[in-house]
């Protein structure tokens, strides 16, 4: 969802501003020169120019939000809207038209197809509709036509916010951004890998949504450990009786551990089939709004590591705990 | 079952030399052991007796290899155990001993068969090979019908043969019994106290009890009574004499000075 677009975009390379945060925030304007310096390079088959910004959105009944507006040009071949479930991009193309997510309705202000509200500077129609393509930062993106977003936001000429390139095939995108950054001075150029990672960064460990996201992580792993860990410990303290009988029968020190780690793993596995049952209906419930969740195998996968280390560290207690016991304990019962 | 053996002739499973052991520091220091030696024998049921407060607990931990002494010396088998580190220990009662609690000590979340299972599983003996083992034992203590009950469905008679089951099935050298027949009535006291003279004599295993109990004097082969951490008395049964014999311990002698 953070880096969508350019998952999206066919390109091999990015030229952005120096500076430049993320996909939704590339930063001051990129001049033609860079375009046709770009074009001048070996290599580069393509150079392809991306229009992108926060802007204000005025709401057809009053008050106003904002969007983020993207405008390319399908024809080059670099960014289009994905997933439309109505409309077309000739749609789009026609005056005033850009294409919206149809989750974004409420937050827009609007009906549906064929509603019209004001971006920044112009009018405009929505005559396209796609699914599930969600925003991170809760702008949602407002596709147009390169000239259309210009026009709204009030770019000169051909300037542009990204200059998307696109490599002859059989050309090493590495040595072309290597060439690229010894020619343009004023820019930076970064393969798609590299933009994507910068995005994720910027809207992850950057802004307050991402530090909450992953506080709320970390402040969920924290609260799971101590409560396993109080479990755990509790289930000891009932049963150091039977704990130092085991130690009287002669078990080793490995062999009180491995109980207690087996029922550390018996928590863990219990408790991730529990919490995945809940997630996996959080997710279905979510996919309908403008923040759906996202478990892939491998994140579910991931987790099941993660809480079987919570489990394990929280069984840190209770081994503790039952290193101290005194095995003479068992005559004075 | 094994035949039972010339018991006056073997040699000591057991040895405890001069074993002192101190109990708490400064004011509160307690000597609860004031110089104690014992041996234990192969094919012998020995009954430590004494009042409470004089010692008998803390010297069956300190055989038991669950306390260590402040001094003097135990083997058993013939290696010294004085010194050894908690894990060393713990080997040593995996390998040679068993224990019979007061409370039984049985898992309640455990039936008979998995209670007795557990002891192997302590030293690595898993899979059929165990619980066939398990099963015998419990057969022989008369349990062939309750291996599947939990505790909670067994009296305190058939409680305490599971752990009498769970002591012998790793086969030890020696067995420690507490109190072992001091929550039973007369019955299962009598019983209880029958399994452990034959568990001494037919698989001449060195058996050592710790009791109160007057009823268990007639199964013993050796009484042992203890005051104030010294042994202050010893009666033996005369050989190829069977059925209640010892009823008063007469041969009293001090230990220590």
């Known amino acids: 969802m953070i880096t969508g677009n350019i998952d999206q975009a066919q390109g091999d390379l990015w030229i952005t501003t120096f500076g430049a945060k993320s996909f939704e925030d590339g930063g001051i304007l990129l001049t033609p020169r860079e375009r046709h310096q770009a074009l001048a390079t070996q290599g580069v088959a393509n150079v392809i120019p991306l229009v992108v910004a926060f802007a204000e959105w005025r709401k057809p009944g009053g008050g106003s939000s904002r969007v983020v507006v993207v405008g390319a040009d399908a024809e080059d071949g670099g960014l289009a809207p994905w997933n439309l479930v109505q409309g077309t991009w000739e749609d789009i193309k026609a005056p005033e038209g850009i294409g919206i997510d149809r989750t974004y309705f409420s937050e827009l202000g609007i009906g549906g197809m064929g509603a019209t509200a004001q971006i920044a500077q112009g009018r405009v129609r929505v005559r396209a509709l796609t699914d599930g393509v969600r925003s991170f930062t809760q702008s949602p993106y407002a596709f147009t036509t390169l000239n259309r977003a210009r026009s709204l936001l009030g770019v000169e000429g051909e300037r542009a916010t990204f200059y998307l390139v696109q490599t002859e095939p059989g050309a090493n995108p590495e040595l072309i951004r290597d060439e690229l950054r010894q020619r343009l001075e004023s820019a930076e150029v970064l393969t798609k890998a590299e933009f994507r990672d910068r995005s994720l960064k910027q809207w992850l460990f950057r802004t307050g949504a991402g530090i909450a996201l992953i506080g709320g992580a970390l ?53 991730y089939l529990l919490g995945m049952a809940i997630a996996i209906l959080i997710v279905a419930a979510s996919q309908g709004s403008a923040l759906p969740i996202v478990m892939t195998p491998a994140l579910a996968f991931g987790l099941f590591v993660l809480t079987l280390f919570m489990c394990a560290i929280s069984a840190l207690s209770a081994i503790v705990k039952v290193t101290k016991i005194d095995p003479a304990t068992v005559f004075s019962r | 079952m094994k035949a039972g053996v010339q018991k006056m002739a073997a040699e000591p499973v057991l040895e405890a030399k001069d074993v002192v052991k101190e109990l708490g520091q400064g004011a509160a220091k307690v000597v609860a052991l004031k110089g104690v030696s014992l041996s234990l024998i192969p094919g ?20 038991g290899c669950i306390l260590s002494s402040t001094s003097g010396s135990v083997e058993i088998r013939g290696v010294p155990i004085t010194g050894l580190s908690p894990e060393e220990l713990a080997e040593v009662r995996r390998k040679n001993l068993g224990f019979i609690f007061q409370s039984y000590n049985l898992f309640p979340t455990l039936s008979a068969l998995e209670n007795v299972r557990i002891a192997l599983d302590v030293r690595g003996e898993t899979g059929y090979p165990a619980a066939a083992r398990a099963e015998e034992v419990l057969r022989d203590v008369g349990l062939s019908n309750r291996m599947r009950n ?72 050796r009484v042992i009574k203890i005051e104030d951490g010294l042994i202050v008395g010893e009666d033996r049964r005369p050989p190829g004499i069977d059925g209640p014999h010892i009823t008063d311990l007469t041969k009293r002698r001090k230990a220590h000075a």
């Open chain 2, 150 to 221: 939990y505790p909670g469905n067994l009296s305190g008679g058939e409680q305490q043969r599971v752990a009498v089951a769970r002591a012998i099935v790793t086969s030890p050298a020696i067995v420690l019994a507490d109190e072992p027949t001091a929550a039973l009535d007369s019955e299962n006291g009598h019983a209880v106290m029958a399994l452990l003279s034959r568990i001494a004599k037919e698989q001449n295993r060195s058996v050592l009890a710790v009791t109160h109990d007057p009823r268990t004097l007639s199964y013993a082969d």
């Open chain 2, 44 to 63: 012998e049921l020995t009954l430590l007796m004494g009042p409470s407060g004089s010692g008998k607990t803390t010297l069956l931990s300190i055989l």
């Open chain 1, 219 to 271: 402040l969920g792993i924290l609260v799971g450990t101590v409560i396993v860990a109080q479990t755990l410990y509790s289930s000891t303290k009932d049963h150091l009786n039977e704990f130092a009988t085991l130690r009287a029968l002669g078990s080793s020190s490995g062999y009180i551990h491995k109980v207690i780690l087996t029922q550390a793993g018996l928590s863990a596995v219990f408790g």
